[in-house]
């Protein structure tokens, strides 16, 4: 079993910062996909980022250069930093990990981006 807690979500102005985070606990051996989706309202789940065991990463292409994936995995831990946010950024965010060919998901964590 493995469980997934996201943090880090919020309200934040255009322009502004936010940094989620989504620590992995469970029966882990060995993580190779680690990654960020959202969903807004009215519209499909939509991968924003990942990052593979190897530190590869790939982005959506509305969200390069301003938000940045990385992944601790001593603490099997996996974050997005998010900068110049806009409020089309506005969606629930979901962790999501691949674990041995298994996908694992968050329960989600809200980001408003609002002025």
């Known amino acids: 079993q493995v469980q997934l807690v996201e943090s880090g979500g919020g309200l934040v102005q255009p322009g502004g910062s936010l940094r989620l985070s989504c620590a992995a606990s469970?029966?882990?051996?060995?993580?190779?996909?680690m990654g960020w989706y959202r969903q807004a309202p009215g519209k499909e789940r939509e991968l924003v980022a990942v990052?593979?065991?190897?530190?590869?990463?790939n982005y959506k292409d509305s969200v390069k250069g301003r938000f940045n994936i990385s992944r601790d995995n001593a603490k099997k831990t996996v974050y997005l930093q998010m900068n110049s946010q806009k409020p089309e950024d506005t969606a629930v965010y979901y962790c999501?990990?691949?674990?041995?060919?298994?996908?694992?998901w968050g329960q989600g964590t809200q980001v408003t981006v609002s002025s």
């Open positions: 999501n990990i691949n674990e041995r060919g298994t996908n694992y």
């Open positions: 990052i593979i065991s190897g530190g590869h990463t």
């Open positions: 469970g029966s882990i051996f060995s993580i190779n996909v």
